[in-house]
């Protein structure tokens, strides 16, 4: 009897140390169950970095990203993405978040911004690094392109005669002009510090394409007359005191005076205080390199008879007029008077290559969690 009552005891004993050791287990696993859930929200938001109202998507060598930055990349390239698989499946996307032969193009979209962005971002980078630019946020592009816009609006309401092109940009079209202005700067800044020529391949191409395209040329010999001006928002210089509208408003009057018969060289003298530049161009391969200086020379020159003069054209950071002296003369391409091509073209091939491993190489952290929730 007295067993039978112990033992009773034990087990009543004995269920409350199991209750008891239930409820510090259930207890350790909601302290744990809380503590991944706070560790996950911590990453999201330790991911989530906010610049002004935005978020940030990723960071490109520490640069942010924001999610109307990504955004407005997604617009630049959604045709793009449309064109291939309108090419590759035969259809036009409307729904981007269906599939189309195994291809998201909500997916490739994000990826080709993505990619678009990180170019970019390392071009403000650079232009930071050298000098051109201060500011890499979007926000910040944004406000300078109004201050822009504001600038002009107030010079077209006032008559400003040297006022010229558009009147306001986009913001398609102020991000391809800071584009530009940044990437034509950082040309000349790096080169010889971070993209070099190699000067004995500019000779080995010249010798071994010398039969095809160096031998009895076609040439050209031209007068160039040039007009720079500054690049906006750059102070004055020595050399250089007026801005791209004032040139052209000024170019445009020395071609209406030269054609009421006003003399070239006179003129040339009077707006620039120097003679006008008279060198020979290559008429051998029009077309083939318009988006270098002499490319774009020889193909106004061309176009001209002897005594002529051409309309205004663009030539850098420069608008010109180019006179036309003597044509279809026909001579040997020495490898002094090939050089500048010669180089100009391996320079940009260079300076490309530069750019784009300066991309591939940049430290892009991405945060997936608002990244894939970035929709078109």
């Not at 390199?289 to 020159?301: E, K, P, Y």
């Not at 001579?331 to 091939?349: I, N, P, V």
Request: aromatic content about 10%; hydrophobic content about 35%; some cysteine.
């Amino acid at each position: 009897m007295l067993t039978a009552k112990k033992n009773g005891a034990d087990r009543k004993k004995q269920k409350k140390i199991d209750v008891r050791k239930r409820r510090r287990f259930l207890l350790v696993s909601v302290i744990l169950c809380a503590a991944a859930v706070i560790a996950a929200v911590s990453v999201i938001l330790w991911q989530t970095l906010v610049v002004g109202n935005d978020v940030v998507v990723m960071t490109v060598n520490g640069l942010p990203v924001t999610r109307e930055e990504l955004r407005f990349h997604m617009d630049m390239v959604k045709g793009e993405v449309s064109n291939y698989f309108y090419q590759t499946h035969n259809v036009s996307v409307t729904d981007w978040s269906k599939a189309y032969g195994g291809e998201s193009p909500a997916d490739m979209l994000r990826e080709r911004a993505k990619q678009s962005a990180v170019d970019f971002k390392v071009l403000q980078g650079l232009a930071v690094q050298y000098g051109i630019a201060s500011d890499t946020s979007f926000s910040g592009m944004k406000a300078e392109m109004d201050r822009v816009n504001e600038e002009r609006r107030q010079r077209e309401a006032s008559g400003d005669p040297t006022m010229y092109g558009v009147v306001q940009f986009n913001l398609v079209s102020f991000y391809s002009n800071t584009k530009s202005y940044y990437t034509s700067n950082l040309k000349e800044l790096v080169e010889n510090v971070e993209v070099f020529v190699d000067e004995q391949k500019l000779r080995d191409f010249y010798e071994e394409n010398y039969e095809t395209n160096y031998h009895r040329n076609k040439y050209a010999k031209v007068s160039l007359m040039l007009i720079s001006y500054l690049p906006d928002g750059e102070e004055p210089t020595e050399t250089v005191s007026i801005y791209q509208d004032e040139a052209y408003a000024l170019i445009q009057d020395i071609h209406e005076r030269l054609l009421e018969g006003a003399d070239f060289d006179q003129l040339c003298l009077e707006y620039t205080g120097f003679a006008p530049e008279e060198f020979d161009v290559d008429l051998s391969d029009i077309g083939q390199s318009v988006q270098s200086s002499l490319g774009r020379i020889s193909t106004m020159a061309a176009e001209l008879s002897p005594g002529e003069i051409s309309d205004p054209f663009e030539n850098g950071s420069s608008v010109a007029i180019v006179k036309l002296l003597e044509n279809n003369l026909e001579r040997d391409m020495t490898y002094d008077e090939a050089y500048d091509g010669l180089y100009f073209e391996e320079y940009r091939q260079n300076f490309e290559a530069f750019l784009a491993r300066k991309s591939e190489e940049a430290d892009v952290v991405k945060s997936s969690f608002i990244f894939d929730r970035v929709n078109p």
